[in-house]
C-alpha cells in the first residue's frame, strides 16, 4: 500500500473513544468502527503520541493495553486530572469528554476504513 492509497482523518472518523477516572488517573478506550483498522491504529496511536496530546494538561505518563481479540485499546494516562475531582478547579474533573483530545489526534488509513457518513 503506498501513500496515495491512505487519506489522512482525524480519528474520530474512523474510531471512538470512552473515558473514566480514578484519582488523577484517566481511562481512555479506543475503538476502530472498522475491526481491519486495529493494526494500522496501533502503529500510529502510540503511547508516546498520546502522552504528547496530553502534555499540556499535565499529564505524565501513558500505558497502552491492546485488546487485539474486541478489537481495542485501553490507555491509562497518569496525572492527567489536575489532582483528581476533589482537588481540581478543572471544570470537567471527571475527565469524561477527554477522549476528544484523543480523538482529535489525525491518522493515515485507507479510504475504506473511513464510514460512509449518513445524511
Request: aromatic share 8%; charged share 20%; proline share 5%.
Amino acid at each position: 500500500m503506498t501513500d496515495d492509497d491512505l487519506v489522512t482523518v482525524p480519528l474520530h472518523e474512523v474510531a471512538h473513544g470512552r473515558t473514566g477516572d480514578k484519582g488523577n488517573r484517566l481511562n481512555v478506550s479506543l475503538f476502530p468502527y472498522i475491526d481491519a483498522a486495529f493494526d494500522m491504529l496501533a502503529e500510529q496511536v502510540s503511547e508516546a503520541r498520546v502522552l504528547e496530546a496530553f502534555a499540556h494538561r499535565g499529564a505524565s505518563a501513558v500505558t497502552r493495553h491492546d485488546l487485539p481479540n474486541l478489537p481495542g485499546f485501553n490507555f491509562v494516562i497518569d496525572d492527567v486530572l489536575e489532582g483528581g475531582v476533589n482537588a481540581s478547579l478543572n471544570l470537567d474533573g471527571h475527565g469524561k469528554s477527554l477522549s476528544y483530545y484523543l480523538l482529535g489526534l489525525t491518522v493515515k488509513v485507507p479510504r475504506a476504513f473511513v464510514p460512509k457518513r449518513q445524511g
